[in-house]
């Protein structure tokens, strides 16, 4: 595939995403504050350059191609307006309504007016990141998974406003690096977050309140319901900070008292223990990581 595609923000998600549509053929611009220094490109071509060399022992259709073709295709720069040749264009950023709808007017301005504006926000409704805009026919929901690199499908939020044009340009995106489109219409979580932040939340409860331990909890859900993976590693996979800033999100767009944060998320962010990224949360992990490497008691890759 050719062509170039935006990426706004480096985080878990964003480095994760840069990396598939690389791998894909696609030129990447990643957007992040954090690459306005010398040290910090070099920080973030170091993490992604990790992630590559372990992605590639996990996908061997790609084994055959260097990791520094891969990095070649990727661009980095600290300012949205690199993102003026970008056909397509998927925003990373924290959770947080306000700095997102702040980055959507700001795409809205400098992208090409036939740019799909994406977002891979976990919670927030699309219609509402469509209304910063003046294209809310070109703005779409791609929530990956993460790792990225490692799930297959994404759940597309198509919201009242977004043509049949945005969502089959999706659709034929995702295809074109190996993943498939799942939709969905529009609403605070979606489907996937409006179920298991409660789960998340609750079982944070049930451990908090004594009723039994993390593994306890996660052992449940593996051995008598077979899931692959409990609720608590999965939050630590995705972030303890941004489940409560997600759970907030769902707070505020329902108005449901069920997604009111409990204390012992808030907490645990308090004092630090993040999950997977800060090496501690729920469980413990070997070293602070970004999605691939295996945690303390074997590989964990389910996540929303
Ligand atoms: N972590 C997960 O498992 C997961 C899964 C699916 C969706 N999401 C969603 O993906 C989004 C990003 O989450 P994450 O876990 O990657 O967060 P993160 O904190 O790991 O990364 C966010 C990145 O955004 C950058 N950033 C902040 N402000 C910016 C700006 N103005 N312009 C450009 N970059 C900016 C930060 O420097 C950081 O690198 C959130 O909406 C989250 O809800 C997360």
Redesign the pocket.
């Given at each position: 595939m050719s062509g170039t595609v935006g990426v706004?923000?480096?985080?878990?998600?964003?480095l994760g995403i840069a990396q598939c549509l690389a791998e894909g053929g696609y030129d990447v611009v990643v957007?992040?504050?954090?690459a306005g220094s010398a040290a910090g490109v070099a920080a973030l071509l170091a993490r992604l350059r990790t992630e590559l060399r372990q992605a590639q022992l996990l996908t061997p259709h790609r084994v055959g191609e260097p990791v520094a073709r891969v990095i070649e295709r990727i661009s980095w720069t600290d300012r949205a307006a690199g993102l003026d040749r970008a056909g397509y264009v998927i925003e990373?950023?924290?959770?947080r309504i306000p700095?997102k709808e702040r980055?959507f007017a700001e795409l809205d301005a400098v992208c090409s007016p036939s740019a799909v504006l994406a977002s891979?926000?976990?919670a927030i409704p699309i219609d509402r990141l469509a209304a910063s805009t003046r294209r809310p026919d070109l703005v779409i929901g791609t929530?990956?998974?993460?790792p990225a690199p490692l799930r297959d499908s994404v759940e597309v939020v198509r919201a009242p406003r977004t043509s049949a044009d945005t969502l089959q340009r999706t659709l034929d995106l995702l295809a074109s690096i190996d993943k498939t489109g799942i939709v969905v219409t529009d609403g605070p979580g979606f489907v996937i977050n409006r179920v298991l932040m409660l789960t998340v939340n609750e079982a944070a409860e049930v451990v908090g309140q004594g009723n039994a331990d993390a593994a306890t909890v996660d052992r449940l859900f593996r051995d008598c319901l077979g899931h692959s993976t409990g609720p608590l590693r999965t939050a630590d996979?995705?972030?303890l900070d941004?489940v409560v800033?997600?759970l907030l999100v769902l707070l505020e767009c329902t108005g449901d008292p069920r997604f009111r944060p409990g204390r012992t998320l808030l907490e645990l962010v308090r004092s630090g223990r993040c999950g997977r990224k800060t090496g501690r949360g729920f469980h413990q992990y070997p070293r602070p990581v970004n999605g691939l490497a295996a945690p303390t008691g074997g590989m964990s890759t389910t996540?929303?």
């Open positions: 706004v923000g480096a985080g878990t998600m964003g957007v992040d504050p954090a990373c950023v924290p959770e700095l980055i891979v926000t976990s929530h990956f998974m993460n996979l995705i972030g941004t800033d997600t996540d929303g």
